[in-house]
């Protein structure tokens, strides 16, 4: 990151603006509205600004607005607490601006950012909500252009609504229990009916689903916890659905799986718990009877736990066991299901897993022995006409390979490696079952192992990195 965010409180504060047009009056007029205490100095200055400063005060603001019509001086720096140079000659700008940054003086100028110190981000003002967007100084149509579409989505009445909600607060700590419980509080007024009452321009009736919701949530009985099972997709963060965002923002404390990518857990809220339970293979783990507790601990004492897990929590996933034990322990849960990898990588590697000429059922199989030792249906998955895919299959490839060839699939079904499925590095290794092992030793876990008939239109219908080189197939 090349700049650190931030706002500023300016209230009775000296700020020095040197020049005295156009644009030195724009800066005038957001500093004047921070209750600056400014000082201009310019041979010429515009008649705007002078009337500016002859206008006798508001009585209620703080700011004010002194002008001198003169060259700057190295003094005027005296006492300022940030600076804004505006002139249109570049080599004053950049004089004053090392005398400022020499003196530990803040100081911006205006679009030269080698030579700020600060840079001033675009604004989306719902006073005192605030939305600034900053491309870095790289480009400032980028921003003007981000801050229009966000301009769209943010009601003109947000500003007005914070102030509402402040002035809950005190009302909300005479009769709510603990920052919990006014936590929840105020969600439930942002996310519900008194939110749209109150943008809608009705300040009323907000205030009245807001009384009643202070009465409900003062005497109804402490919240229980629960666990929220969701299903966080296949990789591409992107792919997480709607109620799975929702659930994640929800969240007091998240469990969640080692393949969960970064990018996902941000959506997080800021304050919520993020624990790894992942099992890494061979690497230390978190035993499932250990995590069946942890999720029974968490919701027992009140929390909004989610339960994390890559793809669908239901499919090789062991959502079912873990909602077994909540089950048993009294825990209310909920699932969301995901996007299971089968179902995203066929997606974005293009292998369609039925398809009417090709195949007519598919079975999602695991590739690791079960508890009890059964095998799947061979018979079936080396049948024509059916798609088979194998999760955890890369250490028992051969042996799947040995058992469909056994039981009568031909040895040139195509069949598919897809590594990293549906994120920017997707390896995807296309052969035959006779051939496939040899491209197995290129690729690393999590793979998924795809057999039938429909891999063969994967080099028509593949489109995802299809330039990155990525697909080994046909890059060989
Ligand atoms: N519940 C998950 C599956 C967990 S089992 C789901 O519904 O997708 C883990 C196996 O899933 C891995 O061994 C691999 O075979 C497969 N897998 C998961 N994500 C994958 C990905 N992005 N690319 C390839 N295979 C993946």
New binding site residues.
């Given amino acids: 990151m090349n700049y650190f965010p931030a706002f500023f409180n300016l209230k009775g504060q000296r700020v020095l603006v040197v020049g005295g047009g156009e644009v030195a009056l724009r800066k005038v007029t957001l500093l004047e509205r921070c209750d600056a205490l400014v000082t201009l100095v310019a041979p010429d200055v515009a008649p705007e600004l002078v009337e500016r400063a002859q206008r006798t005060p508001d009585p209620a603001a703080l700011g004010s607005l002194t002008i001198h019509t003169r060259e700057f001086l190295p003094d005027d720096l005296e006492g300022a607490r940030l600076v804004i140079v505006a002139t249109s000659r570049r080599a004053v700008n950049r004089w004053i601006a090392n005398l400022s940054d020499a003196r530990g003086i803040p100081v911006n100028v205006v679009d030269d950012r080698e030579t700020s110190r600060f840079i001033v981000p675009a604004i989306i003002d719902r006073d005192p909500v605030m939305v600034t967007i900053s491309t870095g100084g790289t480009s400032p149509v980028l921003a003007r252009r981000l801050r229009e579409r966000l301009e769209a989505f943010i009601p003109k009445r947000v500003g007005d609504f914070a102030l509402w909600l402040r002035g809950l607060r005190q009302t909300s700590m005479d009769r709510l229990r603990d920052t919990q419980e006014r936590r929840r509080f105020f969600e439930t007024l942002v996310d519900g009916p008194a939110a749209q009452r109150f943008i809608d321009g009705d300040a009323r009736g907000a205030a009245r689903l807001a009384q009643q919701l202070l009465a409900t949530t003062a005497t109804a009985p402490r919240a229980l916890g629960n666990v929220t099972l969701v299903?966080a997709g296949?990789?591409d963060p992107e792919l997480l659905t709607l109620k799975g965002l929702r659930a994640l923002q929800d969240a007091d404390i998240i469990f969640h799986d080692r393949?969960v990518s970064s990018a996902i857990l941000d959506y997080a809220r800021r304050d919520a718990s993020l624990v790894s339970v992942g099992k890494s293979a061979g690497g230390t783990s978190t035993s499932q009877a250990q995590i069946n507790a942890l999720l029974i601990e968490h919701a027992s004492q009140g929390k909004r736990v989610v339960r994390l897990?890559?793809?669908?929590?239901f499919?090789?996933?062991r959502g079912g066991e873990e909602l077994e034990a909540l089950a048993k322990a009294g825990i209310a849960f909920s699932v969301v299901p995901?996007i299971?990898?089968?179902l995203?990588?066929g997606a974005y590697a293009g292998i369609p897993l039925t398809h009417r000429d090709h195949s007519h059922s598919v079975t999602f199989v695991t590739?690791h022995a079960g508890k009890d030792g059964k095998e799947p249906d061979w018979r079936a998955l080396a049948a024509p006409g059916a798609t088979a895919v194998?999760?955890?299959?890369?250490a028992r490839l051969e042996q799947i390979v040995a058992k469909l060839l056994e039981h009568g699939a031909p040895a040139d079904r195509p069949a598919a490696l897809?590594?990293?499925?549906?994120?920017p590095n997707?390896r995807v290794a296309t052969a035959t079952i006779a051939t496939i092992a040899a491209t197995a030793a290129a690729l690393e876990?999590?793979?998924?192992?795809i057999v039938g008939e429909v891999v063969g239109l994967q080099a028509t219908l593949g489109w995802f990195n299809a330039e990155s080189g990525a697909d080994m197939s046909r890059s060989a």
Wanted: proline content about 8%.
């Fill in positions: 299903g296949p990789g393949l897990k890559g793809g669908d929590p499919v090789f996933g995901g299971t990898a089968a995203g990588i590739g194998f999760y955890m299959g890369l897809v590594a990293h499925g549906t994120l997707q876990s999590p793979t998924l192992f």
